[in-house]
């Protein structure tokens, strides 16, 4: 059962990152023809094209995509529980659906700017993953290049978001509900 668990986990939390990407994708304005932008499209496409018709998007926001993101971040919630024959609470699941989604946006920040500072040591030249992660953490990195300069050549923008969202982190462990247990 404990296989079953950890590979549904798996899967809710695979297409939970590739729909934020999307939805991330589309407000930064990223490249659409980057190789990793057409994966993240083709694959999220079979769920959201259908939802388009029914859910319009607002103001530059693909609402349809957000949507779906929040009811898989819920069915998390619902059908795990449901398989280990426990009981389902389904407001529970529901705010414990769009908690979790935050978080994983979160998560997904800290790891792409990880990614990218690691790509940064190794990768020599023109990389388009390392372009789609630049545009993709330009909104957040770029207030903080404001205040923190470069120091002899090395950007310490990243180090200073980490301890950032580790403190936003720390802080709605204590606020938020449940925040520590997700």
Do not use: C
Request: hydrophobic share 60%; net charge positive; glycine share 6%.
């Amino acid at each position: 059962m404990e296989a079953i668990n950890y590979l549904l986990k798996f899967v809710f939390d695979a297409f939970l990152m590739v729909l934020v990407l999307r939805v991330w994708l589309q407000l930064v304005k990223a490249d659409f023809y980057n190789p990793l932008s057409q994966f993240i499209v083709k694959v999220s496409n079979p769920l959201v094209i259908p939802l388009r018709r029914i859910i319009p998007g607002l103001g530059g926001i693909d609402l349809s995509t957000v949507i779906l993101a929040y009811v898989i971040a819920t069915l998390t919630f619902i059908i795990i529980p449901l398989i280990n024959g426990g009981p389902v609470d389904i407001v529970m699941a529901l705010y414990l659906g769009l908690i979790y989604l935050i978080k994983q946006t979160g998560i997904l920040l800290f790891i792409i700017m990880l990614v990218m500072a690691l790509m940064s040591w190794v990768v020599q030249g023109y990389n388009p993953t390392q372009m789609i992660f630049h545009q993709l953490t330009a909104p957040v990195l770029a207030p903080v290049r404001r205040i923190v300069p470069n120091i002899g050549g090395l950007d310490l923008s990243v180090l200073v978001t980490f301890l950032l969202l580790n403190v936003i982190n720390i802080l709605l462990r204590g606020w938020v509900p449940y925040w520590a247990m997700i």
